[in-house]
C-alpha cells in the first residue's frame, strides 16, 4: 500500500513542508528520488509525482523549494516566489542541501541512493545541486531551465546528468541548450539530453495549455520522459536494466509519433511489433 505523509524539516535558513511517499509492503531502505517543483512550488502535482514513484519501489519525496506556507495561486505570485531564489542562487542551493540531507535522514530510504528529478523551474533546481559536485547518484530535469549560476565552479559533477528537453521551448532555447552540453561535458559528468520534438514547455503539465506561448501539454512526450527517467533511474540507484528495455548492440530503436509504432533494424531483418507502453 502507498502511503503519503506531510513532512515538516528545518534548519537556520528556514522551514519547510513537502510530501513522502513510499510502499509499506516493502521492508528495509530503499533508493529515495526527490521531486523539485514548478515555479508554483509543492503541489498536488509533485506529491503525485512521488506516489508514482513510490509505486516503482522508491522513495517519494516530493520537496519543499520556497518555505512552508510559501505556494502561489497565480502565475504572477509564482513569478515573485522564484525571482527571489533566481536573485539568489547560493540560497536556492542551500535549500536543495537542506532537502538533500532531509532525504537521507528518512527511515525508508538508503542515504547512499539518493537521486532528484525537478520539473520547470525544479529542473534548474536539481541541476544547480548536481553543479555543486553533490554526492547524489542522478538528476533529471524535465523541461528545465538552463542558465548556470553567476559564481564560477569547476568542480566534479558527480551525479549521472538526464536532460529531457522539448525541442520547442522558449524558456530553453537552443544556444542555452548547447551551453549546458559544453558545461556538462567540460565537468566531466555522466550526461544525456534527450530532445522530444512538437514540444515545448511544461509538457508533462495536464493543464498547460498555452501552445501559442510554447507552453503546452504534450502526453506523448510525457510518457516518453517518464520513460527514460524511470530506466535512468533504474541503472544509477536499483542498478538493474530490464532486458526489455533495451534493444541488443546490433538494433536501431525508431517510434514514430503517428502511429506508436516500433520496429527494430538488425543486418539481416526488420521485424516491428504494437507499441505497449506497459512492456517499457
Not at 523539485?36 to 522508491?58: N, W
Not at 537521507?104 to 536539481?126: M, T
Amino acid at each position: 500500500m502507498i502511503v503519503t505523509e506531510s513532512i515538516v524539516y528545518e534548519a537556520a535558513i528556514g522551514c519547510f513542508e513537502g510530501t513522502v511517499s513510499w510502499d509499506n509492503s516493502q521492508t528495509g531502505p530503499r533508493p529515495g528520488i526527490m521531486i523539485a517543483p514548478t515555479f508554483r512550488g509543492q503541489s498536488d502535482f509533485e506529491t503525485q509525482k512521488a506516489e508514482r514513484l513510490a509505486e516503482l519501489g522508491y522513495v517519494g519525496f516530493a520537496i519543499d523549494i520556497y518555505g512552508q506556507g510559501k505556494r502561489a495561486t497565480t502565475p504572477e505570485e509564482a513569478s515573485a516566489l522564484m525571482a527571489v531564489l533566481n536573485d539568489d542562487r547560493t540560497l536556492l542551493l542551500k535549500h536543495m542541501q537542506l532537502a538533500t540531507k532531509t532525504i537521507r535522514q528518512l527511515p525508508e530510504v538508503d542515504e547512499n541512493k539518493v537521486a532528484a528529478i525537478g520539473f520547470c523551474f525544479g529542473g534548474k533546481c536539481v541541476l544547480d545541486l548536481a553543479r555543486s559536485g553533490a554526492n547524489i547518484r542522478a538528476v533529471i530535469s524535465f523541461h528545465g531551465i538552463y542558465d548556470p549560476p553567476p559564481f564560477a565552479s569547476e568542480k566534479t559533477i558527480r551525479a549521472a546528468v538526464l536532460v529531457l528537453h522539448g525541442w520547442e521551448d522558449p524558456l530553453a532555447p537552443r544556444e542555452q541548450t548547447v551551453a549546458l552540453a559544453d558545461e556538462l561535458t567540460r565537468r566531466g559528468a555522466d550526461w544525456q539530453i534527450h530532445m522530444f520534438g512538437h514540444t515545448g514547455h511544461a509538457f508533462t503539465n495536464p493543464q498547460a495549455q498555452a501552445k501559442a506561448a510554447g507552453m503546452f501539454f504534450n502526453p506523448l512526450s510525457a510518457e516518453r520522459g517518464w520513460e527514460m527517467m524511470q530506466l535512468f533511474c533504474d541503472r544509477s540507484l536499483l542498478e538493474k536494466v530490464s532486458p526489455k528495455s533495451v534493444p541488443s548492440q546490433s538494433q536501431v530503436r525508431i517510434e514514430t509519433w503517428e502511429t506508436r509504432e516500433e520496429i527494430y533494424y538488425t543486418p539481416k531483418t526488420i521485424t516491428s511489433q504494437d507499441h505497449d507502453i506497459n512492456d517499457i
